[in-house]
């Protein structure tokens, strides 16, 4: 099936990474907007598109449109995907699902009145590294996981004399709201550690615990240059370990004799360590941050499929997980339970 999709914010975002992968699945483009009318017509000529606005009730007044995705800000995402559920369209999503745990609600809430799937740009899941450590940790050859641990830095690229940590928060940390779930368990109470270096520079220490045991740390803070790789993941088990660094790097640590004193030592399938790294020079798939990937089983959901795709019940999930983090920022120290 093609599916007649219209979009909403051509900003930096959707013009580098959302909107070149979108175009490798079966869409047809049929209405863009933007409040900066440029920045519209730039991607209605790009993909050829035949409404090129900057007003979204005339966009959604096209005829005939299936999906709507948007890659915009916070309180929009809340105001837009709402309007265009009332539409009966589906929708895609970039993080975050609104700017609380009430937004979120609110778009569930119209979701399910409408019976329409919202897909959120949690792509994280995707990254291929990510993706692949994913599937050790479900392997049956894993089993519990017991840690996690996480590095997830960026800069005090937003902030000019007023410092607000909000966009920090809501359009960086939130990943990991998302992830460490993803990767362990629903997450029950959080301890937050936070040093604060200078204005709009902070480090967080996120100490989390799992309802089925787990224990994690996310390290996230805007005290590193964006020039730098800034992101790191380990999962534990029990004499095993999985290990990515800036999503293009696994390690799959296992449980190896000591090689010393064996001259006949070599490198066993069954308990030496695994690894990956992809091939950059190749002239071919360049989707290791996951967008792509995320697209596909958007389309493969709408279509039916049972996936991992994140949904907006995964969105709330993560806006609540958040709640309790600005509550520990509030009181460092302090063990906060999730509310649900
Ligand atoms: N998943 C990721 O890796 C990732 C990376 C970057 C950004 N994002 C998300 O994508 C979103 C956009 O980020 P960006 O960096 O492209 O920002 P941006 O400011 O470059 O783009 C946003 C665009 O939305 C437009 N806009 C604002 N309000 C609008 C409205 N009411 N109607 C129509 N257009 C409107 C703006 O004019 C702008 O062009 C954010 O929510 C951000 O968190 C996700």
């Not at 929009?76 to 609104?98: N, W, Y």
């Not at 519990?144 to 920090?168: H, K, L, Q, R």
Request: aromatic share 10%; glycine share 10%.
């Amino acid at each position: 099936m093609t599916y007649r999709m219209a979009w909403v914010g051509c900003g930096r975002h959707a013009e580098q990474m959302l909107l070149p992968q979108l175009a490798r699945h079966d869409v047809e483009l049929v209405a863009v907007c933007d409040l900066n009318a440029e920045a519209a017509q730039r991607i209605g000529q790009r993909y050829g598109v035949a409404h090129v606005g900057t007003d979204l009730q005339a966009l959604l007044a096209q005829p005939g449109i299936d999906v709507v995705g948007m890659a915009v800000g916070p309180t929009q995402h809340r105001d837009i995907s709402i309007a265009a559920l009332e539409r009966g369209c589906h929708v895609f999503m970039e993080k975050p699902t609104g700017a609380n745990v009430a937004d979120a609600l609110a778009i569930e809430a119209a979701a399910s009145r409408a019976n329409k799937t919202v897909g959120v740009g949690f792509m994280k899941r995707f990254a291929t590294a990510n993706r692949m450590a994913h599937n050790v940790v479900r392997s049956a050859e894993f089993g519990n996981v017991a840690g996690f641990y996480g590095e997830y830095m960026t800069a005090p690229t937003y902030f000019s004399g007023n410092v607000d940590y909000t966009g920090f928060y809501l359009h960086h940390c939130v990943h990991y709201m998302d992830l460490v779930r993803y990767f362990v368990a629903p997450v029950l109470h959080l301890t937050v550690f936070r040093n604060e270096i200078a204005a709009g520079k902070q480090l967080l220490h996120v100490h989390f615990g799992f309802a089925n045991g787990a224990i994690g740390t996310v390290v996230m803070g805007t005290i590193q240059s964006r020039g730098t790789p800034m992101e790191r993941l380990q999962i534990m088990g029990d004499h095993r370990r999985v290990e990515v660094n800036g999503v293009i790097e696994v390690n799959y640590f296992r449980d190896p004799p000591f090689k010393a004193d064996d001259l006949e030592a070599s490198l066993s399938d069954q308990v030496d360590t695994l690894s990956w790294k992809p091939n950059f020079t190749a002239a071919a798939n360049e989707d290791f941050k996951g967008y792509n990937a995320l697209f596909k089983a958007f389309f493969e959901n709408l279509g039916g499929a049972a996936n991992d795709l994140p949904t907006i019940a995964d969105g709330v999930e993560a806006m609540r997980v958040m709640a309790a983090m600005l509550e520990g920022i509030a009181s460092p120290g302090t063990c906060i339970a999730v509310k649900r």
